[in-house]
């Protein structure tokens, strides 16, 4: 009997916990035998309102514009913004024409458009906080110069936003904290927002982001690129570049993108990528070993370029062919157009040295198209 009316106590306390939460951590008195049930329930209550607390907190942050606001101040002081950085006007379209292509499948992208900057870290990374706030490293293009590829970048960043996996990570972070007692012990509401704050803007790169939200980050990114017109063979072509730079091991990189504790491998991405494209193609165009097929015949093999591969290039004419197919331009006749390869209105490849004539090439496409 005594042990039944210990657990309708506890049950009685932790309720007053739960409708007692508000601007503070005033403790509701709960009735207690002795000290030590005394502190095992102020623990459990006290985690019960940091947690409520933190979650107000979070949603503040990430969904108020003067929380998003003060994350935009703040990343900028801890990171340091790049001034008149070559890249600024690129990624500005960037991220105008994703979040465009955002706004076909998701119009709530409009009320809460994404805050970013370039700041001065020289690691390859980009992140996306609370309230869509991004940032890219300067370091980031060192890797990557090419627009469509920044955006499957970039895209990626603005899915985790979009999808709220940001804000699902850090109220994990935060379950672990208040298990820990870290938070659990602050009880003072201003105290607890700071604290929150400060742990979001100068632990980016601890936020639990799991494989499951990375796939579909990866997947939202091909979605968006493709929406806003970029190629989307750009998507596959990113992971091979970082293979050919970095091989398959994701510790080379900081990039949350590349977290080695459960994320995909490079090379998991860029084949489920091409697959895609093959998809988004009806099934009609793919790439194995650097060569795009067509209908399950060999077509080309790009040649190396200065600063893109054969193996690179490949993903981007796959792109374009599937675009061909998908929007309906493989129908008509494939031709030259001075060095490009044209099919339909529908550009295919441009033939730089190494590469055979687009004339050869617009000849074959019709023979297997």
């Known amino acids: 009997m005594e042990r039944k009316s210990w657990k309708k106590r506890i049950t009685a306390a932790l309720m007053a916990g739960i409708f007692a939460v508000g601007g503070s951590f005033a403790l509701q008195p709960a009735p207690v035998a002795d000290a030590g049930w005394g502190d095992l329930l102020g623990t459990v209550i006290g985690g019960f309102q940091a947690k409520a607390e933190a979650e107000k907190q979070i949603k503040e942050l990430d969904q108020t514009e003067a929380g998003r606001q003060q994350l935009f101040t703040m990343f900028?002081?801890?990171y340091g913004v790049e001034e008149a950085s070559p890249w600024e006007e690129l990624c500005a379209r960037a991220i105008d024409?994703?979040?465009?292509?955002?706004?076909?499948?998701?119009?709530?992208?409009?009320?809460?458009?994404?805050?970013?900057?370039?700041?001065q870290e020289d690691s390859f990374n980009a992140f996306c906080s609370l309230g869509h706030v991004m940032s890219i490293n300067r370091g980031l293009f060192?890797?990557?110069q090419n627009e469509d590829e920044i955006a499957v970048v970039l895209g990626h960043e603005m899915g985790h936003g979009m999808k709220s996996h940001v804000a699902d990570g850090w109220r994990k972070q935060i379950d672990v904290a208040i298990g820990a007692q870290v938070l659990a012990s602050i009880t003072d509401s201003s105290a607890l927002r700071n604290k929150v704050l400060d742990t979001v803007v100068t632990q980016i790169n601890r936020v639990s982001i799991g494989r499951?939200?990375?796939?579909?980050?990866?997947?939202?990114?091909?979605?968006?690129?493709t929406d806003a017109g970029y190629n989307p063979g750009a998507a596959a072509a990113v992971w091979q570049r970082f293979m050919e730079q970095?091989?398959?091991?994701?510790?080379?990189?900081v990039s949350e993108m590349f977290d080695p504790s459960d994320h995909p491998t490079n090379k998991e991405r860029r084949d489920k990528y091409m697959q895609s494209v093959k998809d988004y193609s009806g099934g009609h165009v793919e790439v194995k070993d650097g060569a795009v097929y067509v209908k399950g015949k060999r077509f080309v093999e790009p040649a190396a370029i200065?600063?893109?591969?054969?193996?690179?290039?490949?993903?981007?004419?796959?792109?374009?062919?599937?675009?061909?197919y998908h929007n309906g331009h493989a129908t008509e006749s494939a031709y030259a157009d001075g060095d490009v390869v044209m099919l339909g209105a529908q550009p295919v490849m441009s033939c730089l040295a190494g590469d055979e004539s687009a004339s050869a090439l617009a000849a074959r496409l019709n023979q297997m198209k």
Not at 105 to 119: A, G, M, Y
Not at 246 to 253: I, K, L, R, S, V
Not at 306 to 322: D, I, K, T, W
Request: negative net charge; aromatic residues 12%; glycine residues 8%.
């Open 306 to 324: 200065a600063n893109m591969s054969g193996a690179e290039r490949a993903y981007f004419v796959q792109g374009n062919l599937a675009a061909a």
């Open 142 to 144: 060192h890797y990557l």
């Open 76 to 78: 900028k002081e801890e």
């Open 246 to 253: 970095q091989g398959d091991n994701p510790q080379n990189f």
């Open 212 to 225: 499951a939200h990375e796939w579909e980050a990866d997947g939202l990114a091909l979605r968006y690129i």
């Open 97 to 119: 024409r994703v979040s465009d292509g955002i706004a076909k499948t998701d119009p709530s992208v409009r009320d809460k458009p994404f805050l970013w900057f370039i700041n």
